[in-house]
């Protein structure tokens, strides 16, 4: 059985003092574990406050990028060493933002989920498909080219060190969310890939995430599928009560999710 995973990622969003004040009001409202691993995202400028907020809780700390090498000239950038003295476990790598609007490529994002790996940080690698290519019904090719691309030559010691993140591209920010049919369909196939690559068991413990619109009016379908091991969330994760209502849904039904 997988443990699922949400994420709150905030995107360009919050000033450290508003990021204290979400920090802190999630803090509040998870007090007891509930089977789910909860990981939010600030920006850069708030992981310092909001890590210190959600020490010893049960909301760990995610990235939402990084640089591959450990430390150089390299202006604006921000290296996995210093997430690791931030108290960061996660980071998010290859979200198709970055890839549409600074130009991350798949070797760029390989080398980001390596240099992750071997600072034991987790990778929550973003693969998925823009509405162009699921019209040309392209879209199993380019989550196996993302697939393929950002992990290829990895070794991965434990499935808990690698989150694959199923995003859309036409449903990040949209409202217009992947039915859990569709995410189902695309997230199997990608554990079916993950099969090949790594042995059956390991491929079977790796979780995968679907996101894109995720909300609490869906959160619940979507997580019911075999292959969808929680949520990457955007927009709806910047409210306390949205975001709250999404976890803890969604935690309802993995009580009953065999
Ligand atoms: P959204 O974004 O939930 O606002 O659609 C998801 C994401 O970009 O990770």
Redesign the pocket.
């Known amino acids: 059985m997988r443990r699922p995973i949400i994420a709150g990622?905030w995107?360009m969003h919050k000033t450290i003092s508003e990021a204290i004040e979400l920090a802190n009001g999630l803090r509040r409202n998870f007090v007891n574990d509930i089977g789910i691993d909860i990981v939010i995202c600030p920006p850069f400028t708030a992981l310092s406050e909001v890590g210190e907020i959600i020490q010893d809780s049960f909301i760990q700390l995610g990235a939402q990028n990084m640089h591959w090498e450990d430390k150089g000239a390299f202006t604006g950038e921000v290296s996995p060493l210093m997430l690791k003295d931030l108290g960061v476990k996660y980071v998010?790598i290859g979200?198709?933002?970055r890839r549409q609007f600074f130009g991350e490529t798949n070797e760029i994002v390989n080398k980001k989920v390596k240099s992750a790996l071997k600072h034991n940080l987790i990778p929550i690698m973003?693969i998925g498909e823009s509405l162009e290519e699921r019209k040309k019904e392209k879209t199993f090719e380019v989550v196996k080219n993302h697939l393929e691309g950002g992990i290829e030559g990895i070794n991965l010691d434990s499935p808990e060190n690698l989150i694959i993140?199923y995003?859309p591209v036409w449903?990040?920010?949209?409202?217009i969310?992947a039915t859990s049919s569709q995410a189902e369909e695309v997230q199997g196939y990608i554990r079916e890939l993950l099969k090949k690559i790594f042995d059956k068991e390991l491929a079977e413990g790796i979780r995968i995430q679907y996101?894109?619109?995720?909300?609490p009016d869906n959160i619940e379908e979507l997580i019911k599928e075999r292959d969808v091991d929680g949520a990457?969330?955007?927009?709806?994760?910047l409210d306390l009560i949205t975001f709250t209502e999404i976890v803890k849904k969604a935690g309802e039904v993995i009580k009953i999710k065999i």
Do not use: D, Q, Y
């Not at 996101?211 to 909300?215: H, I, L, P, T, Y």
């Open positions: 990622n995107k998010i979200h198709s933002e973003c993140a995003e449903a990040i920010g949209t409202g969310n996101g894109g619109s995720v909300r990457l969330v955007g927009g709806a994760s």
